[in-house]
């Protein structure tokens, strides 16, 4: 199993709704990130999550708050977005870095497409 | 201050011939570099890598060329095929234990039947 499953695929909702991600991954990866990416640009990190503790927050605005509740599971709770939150939202995992040890890629979900009206 | 560039914004190919997609980079503790495909809608799939050690790493129809003093690397596609047309990011990670990916803004490769 290669996957990273995202889900929903597809989310509208409005400024004053709370809606999550969902993300999951069956690799043994124990690193798990989430991206942003708008049209037209690359993907940009939001948090990393190492071991199931946040390691980076890329200064991401609370409105954003990320869950690891396990080694395969990773959440992205929303409330109270933006008209401009609107992206695809990438959840993606690897093994974790270790200096002069493993190399290995980062694997990618499908993505949650976004739209906050 | 972008630290992996991808100057040329689209190319377009060809079918059968070589698509060469560069990548320059300013960050010297960049260790570890990879490049994704992108398709509309989709997530990015990784496609090939290479170390910082070494200079070339090849898979099929994939070949990858690092230049460490130029800091520069490129995806060579050869033969190129249309199912290849696709947005190509280039993204490196540097070599703290955070495993941080910055990406390229990308390249539009279009191969042309």
């Known amino acids: 199993d290669t996957e990273v499953t995202q889900t929903p695929k597809h989310l509208v909702m409005g400024m004053t709704n709370k809606k999550s991600l969902k993300c999951e991954q069956h690799?043994?990866?124990?690193?798990m990130y989430w991206y942003k990416q708008k049209a037209k640009k690359p993907p940009e990190l939001m948090f990393v999550?190492?071991?199931?503790?946040?390691?980076i927050n890329e200064s991401v605005p609370s409105r954003f708050s990320p869950e690891c509740p396990n080694s395969s599971l990773l959440n992205l709770h929303l409330h109270a977005l933006q008209p401009e939150d609107s992206a695809l939202y990438l959840c993606?995992?690897?093994?974790?870095?270790?200096?002069?040890?493993?190399?290995?890629?980062?694997?990618f979900g499908q993505g949650t497409r976004l739209t906050v009206v | 201050d972008q630290q992996v560039k991808q100057n040329s914004p689209s190319l377009s190919v060809q079918e059968g011939r070589i698509s060469i997609l560069n990548c320059d980079y300013t960050?010297?503790?960049?260790?570890?570099f990879l490049w994704y495909k992108k398709y509309p809608a989709e997530g990015p799939t990784f496609l090939i890598s290479?170390?910082?050690?070494?200079d070339k790493n090849e898979d099929g129809r994939f070949t990858v060329f690092l230049n460490k003093s130029a800091k520069h690397l490129s995806l060579h596609i050869v033969p190129s095929q249309p199912g290849d047309s696709a947005v190509y990011f280039c993204?490196?990670?540097?070599?703290?234990?955070?495993?941080?990916?910055?990406f390229g803004k990308g390249i539009t490769l279009s191969v042309r039947p």
């Open positions: 993204a490196a990670r540097d070599t703290g234990a955070n495993s941080k990916l910055t």
């Open positions: 690799m043994g990866h124990r690193a």
């Open positions: 290479i170390s910082s050690i070494k």
């Open positions: 999550y190492s071991y199931e503790k946040l390691s």
């Open positions: 993606a995992s690897s093994h974790q870095h270790r200096t002069g040890g493993l190399n290995t890629e980062a694997f």
């Open positions: 960050n010297s503790m960049f260790d570890y």
